[in-house]
C-alpha cells in the first residue's frame, strides 16, 4: 500500500470516528428544500428555524446543536396565514424576541409581483406554534421600494431598525419600540444602504464594526445557481458599508464569504450568527446539493472565522461537506422551570423518570458529553457510574434541568 493511500484511509477514518462519537457533522444539516432559513436561541434553551414556505405556512424545525432537526410544525395556518398579497407566498421571514414576545418580520410575494410585494409581521409567544399575524408594515407601491422583501431587524443604541430590499436597492428605516410599527407611518425616513447587485441581507454588530452580510447572483435555478454570500462593514450601523479594498457597497461592491463549490451550488441567504459555548460563529444558509439536487435547497452549517482584520470568512471559502460541530453545553438552557406532572430523581446511583407526557430526556456529563438519551419516553431507570450529572428533560409543554449527584 503507498503512502498516499495509507494517508487516505486514515484521514477516512479519522473523519469517520469524529463523526461517529458526535463531534462532527454533515452537510446539509436539512437535507430538503428549506430556503431562507432564520434562527433563534429560544427561552427554553433551543434553537428554532423558520423559512420560506416549500411547506406552506413556513415550518418550523428544532435543533439544541444546529445540526440536528426536527420539524415542529408551521407557523401559520390555513385560517391564519396572511393575506395582504392575494395568492402571495410567505417567504425569507426573520424571526426576533423582543418585548417578550417572539416577532417575525416576513416577505409576502407572488413571482414578478415587485409593486405589490411586502413585508408584514407576525407575534407569538412561544417558538413553536400559534402565531398571530399582525398584518403588513408596508407594501413596495407604500414606501416607494420595488420589490421590498427579505426583513431583517436588528436593535442599536435603543433604536428599532428593518433593513430589507432585493436587487432595487437596501434600504433601512426606524420602528417602534415594540417593533410592531413604523416610528413615522406618514414619514418614514428611509436610508439606503446598499446598490442594487443584492439582496436578503443580515446585519450583524461585532466589536467597532458593523457587518452587512448579503447575497448575490441567482438563487432558484438549481445547479446552475450562482447566488453566494458577500459581505461589507461599518462602523455607523447607516453606512457607509464597504468592502475590504474600501469600496462602497452603494457602488455594488463586496468581499466574498461563501463561494460555490462542486458539490454545493446556489450558497446564499443567511441567517442569523451563532456563537456557541466555546466561542466560535457559526451561520446557517441554503444551498443546492448536486448529489440531490430534487431536494431543492438545503440548509448548510459553516463555522464562520475572523482574520486579523476582523473581516468573516469560512475555510476555504466554500460549505465544507464534513466538518467539526458546535459545542453547546447543556446546562445553558437559560429558562429552567420545573413540571409538577414529572417525578425525576435520583438514588443509590439510579435515575428515576416518570412523566405523564412522552419526552425526550438526555443525560450528561459536566463537561456536555450525553452518557444516555431517550426518545419519546415516559418512564424509565437508568444506572449510572458515581459522579455529577445534568438531566434535561424536553416535553411538549416544558423544559427543565435538574443535576444529580451520585
Given at each position: ?16 470516528s ?13 437535507a430538503k ?13 433551543s434553537f ?10 413556513a415550518?418550523?424545525?428544532k ?21 395582504f398579497?392575494?395568492?402571495g407566498g ?10 417578550g414576545?417572539y ?15 411586502g ?9 413553536f ?18 420589490n ?7 436593535e ?16 433601512c428605516v ?8 413604523l416610528?413615522?407611518p406618514?414619514n418614514?425616513g428611509?436610508?439606503?444602504?446598499a ?5 436578503a441581507?443580515?446585519?450583524?454588530k ?7 452580510f448579503?447575497?448575490?447572483?441567482s ?8 447566488y ?8 455607523s ?6 468592502n ?5 457597497m452603494m ?10 463549490s ?14 456557541d ?6 451561520i ?8 440531490n439536487?430534487k431536494?431543492g ?13 476582523d473581516?468573516?470568512?469560512?475555510d476555504?471559502?466554500?460549505?465544507a461537506?464534513n ?22 430523581f ?7 423518570f ?5 419526552a425526550?430526556?438526555?443525560i450528561?456529563?459536566?463537561?456536555g458529553?450525553?452518557?444516555k ?13 458515581s ?6 428533560v ?7 434541568l ?5
Amino acid at each position: 500500500m503507498n503512502k498516499f493511500l495509507i494517508y487516505t484511509v486514515l484521514c477516512f477514518i479519522s473523519c469517520t470516528s469524529v463523526l461517529s462519537q458526535g463531534r462532527g457533522y454533515t452537510n446539509p444539516v436539512i437535507a430538503k428544500s428549506t430556503p431562507d432559513p432564520t434562527v433563534i436561541k429560544a427561552q427554553d434553551g433551543s434553537f428554532y428555524l423558520y423559512a420560506t414556505e416549500d411547506i406552506r405556512n413556513a415550518p418550523i424545525y428544532k435543533s439544541d446543536d444546529l445540526v440536528n432537526w426536527t420539524f415542529q410544525g408551521t407557523v401559520f395556518t390555513n385560517s391564519t396565514r396572511p393575506t395582504f398579497e392575494p395568492n402571495g407566498g410567505i417567504w425569507a421571514p426573520d424571526i426576533n424576541y423582543i418585548d417578550g414576545q417572539y416577532v417575525m418580520y416576513y416577505s409576502m410575494s407572488v413571482w414578478g409581483g415587485e409593486q405589490t410585494c411586502g413585508i408584514g409581521v407576525a407575534t407569538a409567544r412561544n417558538p413553536f406554534n400559534n402565531f398571530r399575524d399582525r398584518g403588513k408594515l408596508f407594501r413596495s407601491n407604500e414606501i416607494g421600494v420595488q420589490n421590498s422583501i427579505d426583513p431583517c431587524y436588528i436593535e442599536d443604541d435603543g433604536k428599532h431598525y428593518l433593513f430589507w430590499g432585493s436587487f432595487r436597492g437596501i434600504y433601512c428605516v426606524e420602528l417602534t419600540s415594540d417593533g410592531l410599527e413604523l416610528k413615522n407611518p406618514a414619514n418614514p425616513g428611509k436610508i439606503q444602504v446598499a446598490g442594487t447587485a443584492f439582496e436578503a441581507t443580515y446585519v450583524h454588530k461585532r466589536g467597532d464594526y458593523y457587518y452587512l452580510f448579503a447575497s448575490v447572483g441567482s438563487c432558484c435555478e438549481g445547479l446552475n445557481s450562482t447566488y453566494r454570500l458577500v459581505v461589507g462593514r461599518s462602523q455607523s450601523i447607516l453606512g457607509p458599508y464597504v468592502n475590504k479594498a474600501g469600496n462602497s457597497m452603494m457602488s455594488n461592491n463586496y468581499t466574498p464569504v461563501v463561494n460555490n463549490s462542486t458539490r454545493f451550488k446556489g450558497t446564499g441567504h443567511c441567517s442569523e450568527i451563532v456563537q456557541d459555548d466555546r466561542g466560535n460563529d457559526w451561520i446557517l444558509y441554503h444551498g443546492w446539493d448536486a448529489e440531490n439536487e430534487k431536494n431543492g435547497r438545503t440548509v448548510l452549517l459553516s463555522q464562520v472565522k475572523w482574520d486579523s482584520n476582523d473581516w468573516p470568512y469560512v475555510d476555504g471559502g466554500v460549505p465544507a461537506i464534513n466538518s467539526t460541530k458546535p459545542f453547546f453545553n447543556p446546562t445553558s438552557v437559560n429558562n429552567v422551570s420545573d413540571n409538577s406532572n414529572t417525578i425525576l430523581f435520583g438514588k443509590n446511583n439510579t435515575v428515576f423518570f416518570d412523566s405523564l407526557e412522552s419526552a425526550s430526556v438526555n443525560i450528561f456529563r459536566m463537561d456536555g458529553s450525553i452518557v444516555k438519551g431517550f426518545r419519546n419516553t415516559s418512564k424509565f431507570e437508568v444506572n449510572l457510574d458515581s459522579g455529577v450529572y445534568i438531566v434535561r428533560v424536553d416535553s411538549p409543554t416544558d423544559t427543565f434541568l435538574r443535576k444529580i449527584i451520585f
